[in-house]
């Protein structure tokens, strides 16, 4: 049968995995199952996949399951659910030699976050908040049999709001233990004033290492994250010696000696610039190491892609015998497993164009779950096992759920290029030409800017990349300096200063393009998402190379950004200035904005945004589109509804992401075509 096109409705068909964790004997591994189905609905169940192939489904419907964890003794399996006991989401456990699953706990409304057996089996750790009385469903309900009003949302703190989680308020998660044999469950620890944890138990299952912020302002203050030894009955204390600045994916060592976190030692780093690095702790305190600050290594570096969750955490793994930690490396638009000595540095494990996710590791250490996808493949599960006569880890995929619908499909096979820009920068970039593509001829392309900025492109499945090549688009695609990936100096050239080294990276990659045989170089487009937006709301206020272009979920007015975003800016934090008070302070702000160049814009402008999105408000569109408006300038303005978020291109209803697409690929066809 001859292969087709791919097309945008292919995401019906699209299976999705993710959070792959092997079984303690690593016989199988564990992992969540998502899919579309036939009423517009994301349908999630916990799978797992023997290390011949095999495939077991252990949960059923409609109800929805994830964060599924084996038991220590691999008997049962832990999962949350939100579907099964509506309107509160229950952890349940599932017998792995058969049965059914049972509730085990009856929390109220509210919201779980990431769970973890003790290692005796005993009790489930996990953090949890609890919905205020008024916005229940019950009290809801009762409202609307009363014929009352919505009430008032009461806030007392900077910290009230998160994209994709909604206004959680004054409300704020604490960490809980729940009884693995009763069910019963009691708060033990609430001491962060904004409610984000990173937790781990103690090899004897005696107490937990948590990490949280120390101040009371903690998205007013410098970073200063600690780590606390809490035992059963909420007895804390902290970690004596440890330095200020960021912490997160606290891992205590097997031997009990040792306690190892991701993070950095700056205090003003808020988004991530500089490297996220590994460090070990001793388990009493004082002595503390870093162990990667010798390599030019991100460990929160990850490589992006419309089929997947965004991830921007450091993944760590102690090896059984404390000896050496397994980390994710993000490099040159790669995804790889590395592992760090105690002496400290960074040993790549694997190779090659992909991007692989890690899990966890089994019992002997001898296997690592983790998920695969190349940019010509859909992630599917996967092993990774040393081999003998080097060492190296190699991936063996265990599943092909989307395998069958790929064999249908032409698909575009990403080239990529080093090109020269600026100060003796090297850009990394990829290009895709269209399906059915014939020399001689000149096609229309479009040059994709990513979101982040602190993120990158590289090996991995794009379905929107590969429907712009179907429908005859040259696809172009970079990392220009502010991208992870390429070293911590790439990373921090535009701290505070975007629209400077990064757009001389977008005007070469563009010159470029300008210069390929394949492409016409005037029909050229240039669109992009969060801060790929933003990128395209510059170009565009500063050149006129561009035919078309398509600014989605974008930043447009810094001034105004930095009080309506869920991460509100702190003043002279990332950004010199504030956007309030002093004019000289607004000011600093005002030339970082692309909505400050606008009179120069000539080009035709597709707008995208959603009308819940609490990391760019939509307010930052509603600018632009009337900016462009009023000087007469062709553009378009698409609003998606309240109930999607800011991540909707990747996670959004189906029927909207198809919607978003047909808008996209209409956009271009009519103004380079």
């Known amino acids: 049968m001859p292969k087709r096109p791919i097309a945008a409705d292919d995401l019906l068909r699209f299976i999705f995995v993710s959070d792959p964790q092997i079984s303690p004997d690593g016989a199988r591994i564990l992992f969540t199952r998502k899919h579309v189905n036939e009423k517009n609905k994301y349908i999630t169940n916990l799978c797992s996949v023997e290390i011949e192939g095999k495939v077991t489904q ?6 929805g399951a994830g964060s599924g964890r084996w038991s220590p003794d691999g008997t049962q399996i832990a999962f949350v659910s939100g579907g099964r006991d509506k309107p509160a989401s229950q952890v349940y456990l599932i017998p792995v030699d058969g049965g059914e699953a049972r509730k085990l706990t009856s929390l109220p409304e509210g919201s779980i976050g990431g769970i973890r057996w003790s290692p005796d089996g005993k009790w489930i750790a996990l953090t949890f908040r609890e919905l205020h009385p008024d916005w229940t469903e019950k009290a809801k309900k009762e409202r609307a049999e009363k014929g009352l009003s919505t009430p008032p949302r009461e806030i007392d703190t900077v910290w009230y709001r ?51 912020s120390a101040s009371k302002q903690p998205f007013v203050d410098p970073a200063n994250d600690q780590i606390w030894r809490v035992d059963l009955k909420g007895k804390a204390r902290k970690i004596p010696g ?75 793994e102690w090896a059984p015998d404390s000896k050496s930690i397994y980390v994710q490396i993000g490099w040159h638009g790669e995804q ?109 392309a479009v040059l994709e800017v990513h979101g982040g900025p602190h993120t990158q492109y590289g090996w991995a499945f ?104 869920d991460f509100p800016f702190n003043k002279n934090g990332y950004f010199k200035g504030v956007a309030w008070g002093d004019l000289n ?50 553009s378009r303005f698409v609003r998606y509804p309240v109930d999607t978020s800011h991540g909707m291109s990747r996670g959004g209803p189906p029927d909207l992401r198809l919607h978003r697409l047909g808008e996209i690929t209409k956009w271009l066809g009519k103004h380079l075509k």
Request: some cysteine; hydrophobic content about 35%.
């Open 58 to 63: 252990w949960t059923q419907g409609e109800g």
């Open 242 to 316: 440890l330095p200020k600045g960021e912490k997160s994916t606290v891992r205590w060592s097997p031997d009990g000696k040792h306690i190892a976190y991701a993070g950095d030692v700056d205090e003003n780093d808020p988004w991530g610039v500089r490297n996220t690095k590994l460090y070990v702790v001793a388990a009493e305190g004082d002595k503390v190491k870093c162990l990667t600050d010798k390599q030019d290594y991100d460990l929160a570096a990850s490589t992006i892609s419309d089929c997947k969750d965004a991830g921007y955490e450091a993944v760590l």
């Open 336 to 444: 790889h497993i590395g592992v760090v000595s105690l002496k400290g540095g960074v040993e790549l494990l694997s190779e090659g164009r992909h991007a692989i996710s890690m899990g966890n590791l089994s019992n002997d250490g001898s296997k690592i779950a983790a998920t695969y996808t190349t940019a010509m493949k859909l992630a599917e599960v996967c092993v990774m096992t040393p081999e003998l006569a080097t060492g190296r880890l190699a991936p063996k995929v265990l599943t092909n759920f989307n395998g069958p619908l790929l064999d249908e499909l032409k698909l575009s096979e990403p080239e990529d290029v080093w090109i020269d820009s600026t100060d003796g920068t090297k850009v990394h970039a990829w290009v895709m030409k269209p399906i059915g593509y014939k020399a001689p001829k000149r096609y229309p």
């Open 585 to 634: 302070q607004i000011k600093e702000l005002w030339k970082q904005s692309p909505i400050a160049f606008f009179e120069k814009v000539k080009t035709p402008t597709l707008i995208i945004h959603s009308e819940g999105d609490l990391r760019c408000n939509i307010e930052q569109s509603e600018q632009v589109f009337t900016a462009l408006q009023q000087q007469g300038i062709v």
């Open 462 to 565: 794009f379905h929107e990349f590969q429907v712009l090549a179907a429908a005859g688009h040259v696809v172009v695609f970079s990392n220009p300096r502010g991208s992870k990936g390429y070293g911590e100096a790439h990373t921090a050239a535009i701290r505070g200063d975007w629209g400077d080294k990064d757009w001389d990276d977008i005007q070469a990659v563009t010159r470029w393009m300008q210069h390929q045989p394949y492409i016409h170089a005037g029909k050229i487009g240039i669109m992009g998402g969060s801060y790929g937006g933003y990128m395209t709301n510059w170009a565009i206020g500063h050149s006129d190379a561009y035919k078309a272009a398509i600014t989605d979920r974008c930043v447009s007015n810094m001034v105004s950004m930095a009080g309506s975003s």
């Open 162 to 212: 998160l994209d994709g989680d909604g206004y959680f308020l004054n409300d704020r998660h604490g960490v809980y233990l729940v009884d693995t044999k009763t069910g019963e469950h009691r708060k033990l620890y609430d001491k962060d004033f904004a409610g984000m944890y990173s937790f781990d138990w103690s090899p004897d299952s005696k107490e937990l290492a948590i990490v949280h």
